[in-house]
């Protein structure tokens, strides 16, 4: 290796995993990119922070995880005999690494918002066709397993699958940094169990507990953590505040944003008008023109937009139900109307202060690619068969909770 | 306080806990005693560490461990609002400190060979009511909360049901001390939960998650752990050896052994006939006697007791076979047809080289003591029925396993 | 308790602790005022995430953070019969929650910038008079204690010395976000260490390798985190916008940012004139404000000004080297001259990005308020005095390096 | 690799490291030999569980643990271009597995009392030969590099020098079971920073703060654990227990020992007369043999030897002071004359409950095999002379203590 080449094998501190190594110049080359560095200023759990104080990681930090965990899983699949050639595991590198990097402000917010028209996916790949362009070719593998074109499919498991690395990342870290130690997973035993069998991913037998123990904890994630009341009120109410924004600016009204958020705000954004310049507006917007703008729009003329606004800084939360059955129409309707009242609003402005739906979590999908065991005879046995005790089967019905906001009072 | 006494506030070292302290003068003084001093000589999980190497934690320290959650126990209730008065408090440190005072060598082997006609939780009763005579009634409340006579439920609730203070250290420590971290449950969360509703120790509503993952953890560390086949084979040799040098020496047979392992080699006991002797020869009793004269008997002239002997010291540990149906009398004929014919055994000789058996878990016991929980109403609701989404219900369904062990060829 | 401040009990996760509880209704209203809320929006340390990207925890963690410490000091000291008042551990917790809320944009960024006049701990009492009006006078023996004007001082050593909570939180916190865990304290251990002798906090004698380690880790966090030479980088290359932003503003030209940033752009603020409109203005300035403007910044006129935000942002980071001598003004000037030439830059916009200075560090200060041990026999010694083996006094002696930073070629 | 072999390419769980793999079947083979069994009968840190609960852990453990550092040396080496074949590799596991094969019953009670003729680093060579025959020279090349004879030193560094993974995994392992977490070190990152320059083995410049905290690491477990008064009079009571058995026995007093330990008790051993038979025999000697032995001594005649085994068994440990001077011939004539009217003995007998002598530790040896650093230059500087901060050099310095045991009253 040349000097400069050998310049970019950084060794990073990291809370979880101790030490992460960045294997090769081109990693390095890509993770040093203004449009890998916007990570950095992307919260990896929107605004979950506001009830886990701890939960300010970022994007970036979960990339760096993935692509960690990624090299871990390498190097243990080739020690049982798997190969795995080192272009490819390059090529995994990069695309763990990338994965979500269409991710916008606070992760979720804009797709659930004002750019329903396109998800995060759809604009990672657009990233990542663009880096590829940059880099002459470099990314060419990496793109095909992304995109689940490769023949390998075992690669492709690795990168999106319910035993993948991002998952094994993300729970553990978003465990951490929250501090719901229940939550925990050994991302690390799971990779050790990690083999290849006709080109599948499969967890070794002995691995099953380790599996169960994985579903139960992200189902614990889910209710407890990324579906928590006041996190989900919270998210609720960014949406509207971005709603809203959009609406005020559609009719006319000039509000203080930075430009790139002000394209989000003034254009209808869809995966088919999605040009190169969308793109590099796109690359240019973070969690700071979000908020930064939403603190200026406290002293908004607007009524709902400066009361929107002020309870997510100052975090006057709305108030948050939870419940097993749906609200009927007759609830939602007694809540508006106190509401409408109480704030002297029209119908339509209620629903900025007054909003209910649904939410669903579905701890493991066993109609589809599903998780496999191999048992040491050879045999490969889907998760759910091979579990005689915990009825992993239960775990894979979807439950429903309904969710109703509004004003404390 | 006095000098002497503030000298017995000690604070200890603790690797999950970080520090455990005294509470008193008499608690220092009880774990003074040579009948406690002796669980630093007994392996809380007997031969575990044959399959985890770092699992060599004591009773001694089990012990301290649930003394030290009792106390954050103590502290979140009154926190709470319930009352729990100072002796009443003692009597609790007391009672869970001393619950497993009555184990044997290596926790379980003896009463599970050659001392089979007393449980481990008489003894335990047995060296309390000892020890509140030397201490003059100091441990009369401890005792009548540790045999559920107190007019107080929940206090005995806190020393033994399905979230007792030994549980939740057992399963922590445990999983800290084998490595096998998916079995980690959050103690200090749980305990944060719990409350006392009518009398009756509960869990407060959203500690629900919690207690579904601690369930499940239970479970995953029964079967990879507890019963891991491997470490199931070792105990299981144990007690052949224990139970093949009594059978020597109740034909005469002199065997080197230490006085006190003679004496429960020379004598059935059992509940009627556990005198104060039979107590003080119990109190000299550890791992060291059974251990060291297992070594001595690997030269000794009996085949059975040598083989058996060498085989668990060096760790040449018999082949173990686990399955979810009973082994047919036909296979286990056959297998010790074999053996009989490789070693030139009897019939009465092969059994102490093939046996079979059965193994069973439950996770969660749901006919009594159930687990419950405390609605923000007010409402008390078992676990089973508030939990929607993971069948609990499934879990408390005992399972079975049958293994069948043999010497490797 | 009435039901009201019983839901104002709250427990929260803590990555390190655990939980931290809320130990009473006026705590819970302080943390919920929006003068608090604002420190979620400032880094606790500044740009050192752009080396350890899991450092992104803020003020308002560490505040909650040292007020957890604080309730194990009181509760540690109490235990060995130092007594402390309701009154006077509640006036504890305010003050240390408080003490670090006059805190601007990245923890100093401010304050060595374009605010240079005050202090941010003149401003945190600033807030917490404020505070004490709101809450009509329930701050006021938090305050009295937060001056060093209570009567008994080693409350006050509690909030401010060099064993203080403060310290015990952040170099815990900041070791465990890093992941530098060779700068990991144990908190917990020196405070159950801790006791009062002649009014003044003292460490027990046996504590004294723990004080040692302590300020080990203190010297080696700094070297090798808070001073580290990229983040140092970085940290000069922000004052350095923050500089010309004002350097442009006051001399008219209109740059985008929000209210409050402008505020502080325009206006020169002292101890003297910091009235109730500046605290005001404070109360809502925060890192999205600044990162907001610098990102905007980019594409601004200026060549200073958006080369700099551009390096800032997307991490093109000066080059920085660091020495145990001072650069020679030769040395200087021939960078400088090069750097002029480069970018075509006058004598005094070269300023902007060639620039030097010194940075220090002393591990121990033995001058004043030294760290005291207690020995079993009463008497009070200084740390230095009683290690015979580790030269603290070594460690007391301040350490100066030069720094040198420049843009790369 | 063939099926068989295959099967003995296990994954160990270890609660320090996750997990810890078994590289080949070589190793498989002399892990699972009653020699190396034998280790997971003695206790890594002798009697230190009297002081630290936890500490229970084996040299078995601790051999498996330093296994697992030299893999990842190895890796890290290699990535940066450090050549090592499979051959050197192979032969740096087998040769630190084994490095402490040597040790007798609690690690060092043996040789500082009935057979300080020869030291466990012999009799480890010893062990290495014997297997070496046995496996019909596999292990030549590792006792080569054992001994110091091989021609790259380097290799022989990574076995025996202040930085060796010997060290770095006692250091981490006794501070994680003892829970003195103070003594922790980040032996990943140690590893992390190593490279070979001029064929010695070196730190890389930025490791310098880490190489500081772990000297003073080292220092505090010293005298915080490994000197803890408490646990050096627990471990020189145990000698004088041995030294009085073998008094006895010498004359002819029969004592109730194990075949093994008697011929300790009855031999005198030096490096000259130890045959094969003195191994076989130490090979079945541990812990169980020693305490078994002293529990039964408690009933014996000889009122030195009962009192001895009793105050060791029961923890009823001596008085132990510490102090930085020499008692003087006075103050120890004084202790004697009181100790055997007490307990009436005579001259020679009080010798065994009342002793004195010197403990002593150096942190960091200045003098050989210093620890040297390797600049970006290529430059290569002992530590010492880089570090302007910390005196290493303070620490390099010897120091003594002087105790001084005598039964309490």
Redesign the interface.
Known sequence: ?NEKKTNK?K??????Y??ILIPNALIFDLI?H?YF?RL??ISQMGLS??V???A???R??HA?GCMHLMQKAVRILK?K?VEISDEEANALYIAILLHDIGHGPFSHALEQSIATGIHHEAISLKFMEALNEEFKGELSLAITIFKGEYHRKFLYQLIASQLDMDRLDYLKRDS???????G???S??LI?MLNVANDYLVVEEKGI??V??FI??R??MY??VYLHKTGLGAEKLLEKVLVRAKELVLKGTKL?V??AFEYFLTNQINEENFTDKTLKMFS?L????V???I??WI?NDDFILSTLSESL???KLPKVELQ?EPYSKDEVLAIKEEVKKRFKLNNSEVNYLVYNGKISNQAYDSTQNTIKLLFKNGEVKDVIKAS????IQ??S?P?YKYYMCYPKK
Request: proline share 4%; net charge positive; no cysteine.
């Open positions: 290796m094998l060794i990073l501190n990291d809370p979880i101790g030490f040093q203004s560095q950095r200023r922070h506001l886990y104080p701890g300010h990681h970022t970036f930090h760096l020690f005999g951490f940094y929250t501090g719901v130690s229940e925990n997973i050994n690390e035993r050790t507990y380790s169960e123990k139960v904890a189902r614990l209710w407890q203080p930075s430009k240019k973070d969690d700071y023109d908020l930064g703008s603190k200026e002293s800084i100052n975090r097993n005689d005790h915990l009825n239960a775990l019905k439950v």
